[in-house]
């Protein structure tokens, strides 16, 4: 705590808007503008959330969508077995969920991530 | 009646009046036009996922997929697998910005991001399109698995649906929809998996020769039969490109609170549907070994317990998975009508009528209509059907989304271009199967199956149009990006686009 203030206090001028919203920062102001810098800060947000969806999307055909090219061209994995359960089956039937599950979770934690660092960037601290 | 037939009416009306009672609970509360269309969107994300799931596992997943796995074997997992699939490719390009674009509907958003009416009116038709394509396998579903329990005609059992459905949308809207279907998932998911319990544990003798159909390598093996890798190529892109353009999906996320929940919501989705998809291929394999081959396909799950158990015991495990093929049958098709009911509430009825009004007759014309359309309609497979509604989806909507959400140089007449042809080649193609075209070879595949042509073709068309009619870009995409991409906590001016029927 600061020390008590002495002799009569500063007059403070009080304006409308003051206390709830707090100040918007010179980059927002680019963005509202539609100037090129704001555009700039703007096509920087999307191309991390398009590379982040389209290199997800890359995972996701190179594993899954990859299945029916590998169970046509590799002979011994369409009757290969897992503890008496052909493989084909287990991979389609079970484990392909997984994957989509782990990709998704994957995706919600990097699109905050990329949406936290342009907040930090334009958003009011 | 025989005694599994009483049992098995007895949980359908059980479903059908739970179903309305909690829609009538609903009622109280949704009172303004909003509340008719999107909940007012008070709806957390654990309901709202559950209400997606509950609203999306339909006939084809209750029924028709267990019956695919049956009958065609490895290769039918992919339905089940691209179902599910379809809502991450929506969670990677879609969720959030769709939510963010705060339009209700897909012609909301085509009105938003393109400012054509043009481009709306198509959006629209399609809805429509879409809408009673997927709805047909619905009614068509209901006809088919109370004829099994009862004897009764088809259309009693489809007919039933359509009445309960329309009880429910017109009288309650989305809000005692939302509540109904988050409902109706466990409901499916418990119907599916306590019958389990008792048939997995026994070893009843099955039809003649039925076991040795187990063995079947063209069966038991991955990629059998003629044209197998453009087939389920095919299969791949209309099921994993088609799921985020179905309307009934589309209009759920504007429920949520803001982007960043409507992504939550969709891992949610995910994480109910992987475990729901688990249990019908149990079903297809149990059907293989004990059914015989004259079973139709989309019977199975329902015909299992008499085979495996008989008696009293079996009587309940048919009414229990009774009960939860009719919650499907309620819940896809309450979405579906709820989605046609407000596009051509809005667009047609609109200007005549007052909202809630053009609302509920739009409800009862989309319904009666279909069901017309479903009893002059000649036999289609349950889950076939469905995927070819999702072929059209990946054909129109989703290069609309995918194009409008990423790249600022989609205008109205490349939008519009690219959804006509890519609905009128997936359409034609429907159609044709629906006639009975079955011509041999590659173009017979590619009629049954014809995504993977026909999302290209769309693509393409929207992209070269865009790109000839350079000129007419919206003129303010700037402020639609920022609408769509920045998150919520930011401050930043995202223009004035109110969807209509908002308050």
Redo the contacts between chains.
């Keep these: 705590m600061s020390t008590p203030p002495v002799g009569p206090p500063q007059r403070v001028r009080v304006t409308a808007p003051a206390a709830g919203?707090?100040r918007?920062t010179t980059v927002?102001r680019e963005?509202?503008a539609?100037s090129e810098v704001g555009?700039v800060y703007?096509r920087s947000?999307?191309r991390s959330?398009?590379r982040l969806?389209l290199g997800?999307?890359a995972v996701?055909m190179l594993s899954?969508?990859l299945l029916?090219?590998l169970?046509?061209e590799v002979g011994w994995l369409?009757?290969a077995h897992v503890l008496g359960v052909?493989v084909?089956?287990v991979v389609?039937?079970?484990l392909?969920?997984?994957v989509?599950?782990g990709?998704?979770?994957a995706?919600?934690r990097r699109?905050?991530r990329n949406?936290r660092d342009?907040?930090d960037l334009?958003?009011?601290r | 009646m025989s005694a599994t037939a009483v049992t098995a009416v007895v949980a359908v009306v059980a479903v059908a009046v739970g179903t309305v009672a909690v829609g009538a609970f609903g009622l109280r509360l949704s009172r303004t036009t909003s509340d008719f269309y999107v909940a007012s969107r008070t709806v957390g994300p654990a309901t709202n996922a559950a209400a997606i799931s509950g609203e999306y596992l339909s006939a084809a997943s209750f029924l028709g997929a267990a019956g695919l796995v049956m009958t065609r074997g490895?290769d039918a997992?992919?339905y089940p697998?691209g179902w599910?699939?379809g809502?991450?490719?929506l969670?990677?390009?879609v969720a959030?910005p769709l939510r963010r674009s705060r339009a209700y509907t897909l012609p909301d958003f085509a009105e938003f991001r393109l400012g054509s009416p043009a481009a709306r009116g198509v959006a629209s038709a399609l809805v429509v399109l879409i809408g009673v394509l997927y709805l047909i396998p619905q009614f068509r579903g209901a006809g088919l698995t109370l004829r099994i329990l009862t004897g009764a005609p088809t259309w009693v059992g489809a007919g039933a649906v359509a009445l309960v459905v329309l009880l429910n949308v017109a009288a309650g809207g989305m809000r005692s929809i939302t509540l109904v279907q988050a409902v109706q998932y466990w409901l499916k998911l418990a119907a599916l998996l306590f019958p389990l319990f008792f048939l997995l544990g026994r070893h009843g003798e099955g039809a003649a020769g039925a076991a040795a159909r187990l063995h079947e390598?063209t069966w038991?093996?991955?990629?059998h039969g003629p044209h197998?890798?453009y087939l389920?190529?095919s299969l791949?892109l209309a099921t994993f490109l088609g799921t985020m353009g179905l309307p009934h999906v589309a209009v759920r996320f504007y429920t949520n609170r803001d982007g960043?929940t409507a992504?939550?919501t969709?891992?949610a989705v995910?994480?109910m549907l992987?475990a729901f998809?688990?249990l019908p291929?149990v079903y297809g394999v149990l059907g293989r070994r004990v059914l015989p081959t004259t079973t139709d396909p989309d019977a199975a799950v329902l015909d299992l317990p008499r085979y495996l158990l008989g008696g009293g015991g079996a009587d309940v495990l048919t009414a229990v998975l009774a009960a939860g093929a009719f919650a499907a049958f309620l819940s896809t098709s309450s979405g579906l009508v709820l989605s046609i009911a407000g596009v051509v509430g809005q667009d047609v009825l609109g200007r005549r009528l007052a909202p809630v009004a053009a609302f509920r007759v739009a409800a009862v014309v989309g319904a009666v209509g279909t069901l017309a359309v479903t009893l002059l309609s000649g036999g289609l497979g349950v889950a076939h059907a469905v995927e070819l509604a999702f072929a059209v989806a990946a054909s129109t909507f989703c290069p609309l989304l995918l194009l409008g959400i990423?790249w600022r140089g989609l205008t109205p007449a490349g939008a519009v271009a690219g959804m006509v042809a890519g609905g009128t080649l997936a359409t034609g193609a429907v159609v044709a199967v629906m006639l009975g075209a079955a011509p041999s070879g590659t173009a017979g595949a590619v009629l049954s199956q014809p995504a993977l042509v026909t999302v290209p073709v769309a693509f393409a068309v929207m992209v070269g149009g865009s790109l000839l009619t350079r000129g007419r870009r919206p003129a303010h995409v700037?402020?639609i990006?920022?609408r769509l991409?920045?998150?919520e906590?930011?401050?930043?001016?995202r223009g004035g686009f109110r969807a209509r029927g908002a308050d």
């Design positions: 919203r707090p918007r927002a963005i509202d539609q555009e703007m947000l999307m959330q398009l969806a997800l999307a996701l899954v969508g029916p090219v169970f046509l369409r009757n052909p084909a089956w389609l039937g079970g392909c969920y997984p989509l599950i990709l998704a979770v995706y919600v699109a905050e949406e342009f907040h334009v958003g009011p | 490895v997992l992919w697998v599910t699939a809502y991450l490719l969670l990677l390009f959030a390598t038991l093996e991955p990629m197998s890798l389920t190529y791949i960043g992504r939550r969709t891992v995910l994480v992987s998809y688990l291929p990423w700037a402020r990006m920022v991409h920045t998150p906590v930011v401050q930043v001016d």
